[in-house]
């Protein structure tokens, strides 16, 4: 059973902090990783994608993959409040076309 | 810029009856899905499409669900017997299967089964 798993929320942060969300996979052959934020009642909306080891910076931004721990992670600086929702980390296999794996998301509250 | 679109965005329906939930993949796009969001719950792949069959389907898409590229533009996903358990959200999603090869959601269905 492919997994993914996030840390377990709800995260707070004050307006302007750094927001780091974090995401595990247990299937070792999967090659592209997302971002999705979603907000209450709506549709997943891709906001990073990632597919080599290593950092990748989009704006306020970034995140990171470590393909050997398996591990991928989403860092917002200069959090908003317009940041709030639910972050959901999802993994793809092995081929271009497959089925998108997603985490349980964690909330996120970024506090005015 | 592109969309992929969903109807309707929302719909109730009594227990036992059928439902077509709709679809209209972005154009150019090959590979077309259909998730579902219980409440609360993570987004669960239900099945992906491609050139008129079915690729791949998860364990929830069982007998009483089906999908059907009608016609040039449609995709749609249809429960023949609607149970208590199906209420949720109903995502379409499609894919050039390039590089990059993201997935773009539709907007949703929320379905009701009372």
């Known amino acids: 059973q492919k997994e993914v798993e996030q840390n377990s929320g709800p995260l707070s942060v004050p307006e302007g902090a750094i927001a780091s969300l974090n995401c595990t996979y247990s299937?070792?052959?999967?090659?592209?990783f997302f971002w999705y934020r979603q907000y209450s009642g709506k549709s997943p909306e891709l906001i990073m994608s990632?597919?080599?080891?290593g950092d990748k910076e989009d704006g306020r931004f970034t995140a990171q993959l470590n393909k050997a721990s398996q591990y991928v992670s989403l860092l917002i600086r200069d959090s908003q409040p317009s940041d709030s929702a639910t972050y959901l980390c999802?993994?793809?296999?092995?081929?271009?076309?497959?089925?998108?794996?997603f985490g349980p998301g964690t909330s996120l509250s970024v506090i005015p | 810029e592109p969309e992929v679109t969903q109807t309707p965005s929302h719909q109730v329906t009594q227990m036992g009856q059928e439902v077509i939930l709709r679809c209209v993949p972005i154009?150019?796009?090959?590979?077309f899905y259909w998730y579902r969001q219980i409440l609360g719950q993570k987004v669960e792949f239900l099945v992906s499409?491609?050139?008129?069959?079915?690729?791949?389907k998860s364990e929830i898409f069982d007998d009483q669900f089906s999908v059907e590229r009608p016609d040039g533009s449609n995709f749609t996903l249809k429960i023949r017997s609607t149970k208590l358990e199906d209420s949720a959200m109903y995502f379409c999603?499609?894919?050039?299967?390039?590089?990059?090869?993201?997935?773009?959601f539709g907007p949703g269905t929320r379905l009701l089964v009372l």
């Open positions: 999603a499609s894919t050039e299967a390039r590089v990059p090869e993201t997935q773009y």
């Open positions: 299937d070792r052959g999967s090659q592209s």
């Open positions: 990632i597919y080599s080891n």
């Open positions: 999802a993994v793809m296999g092995k081929t271009s076309y497959d089925k998108v794996i």
């Open positions: 154009s150019n796009h090959l590979y």
């Open positions: 499409f491609y050139n008129n069959e079915i690729s791949e």
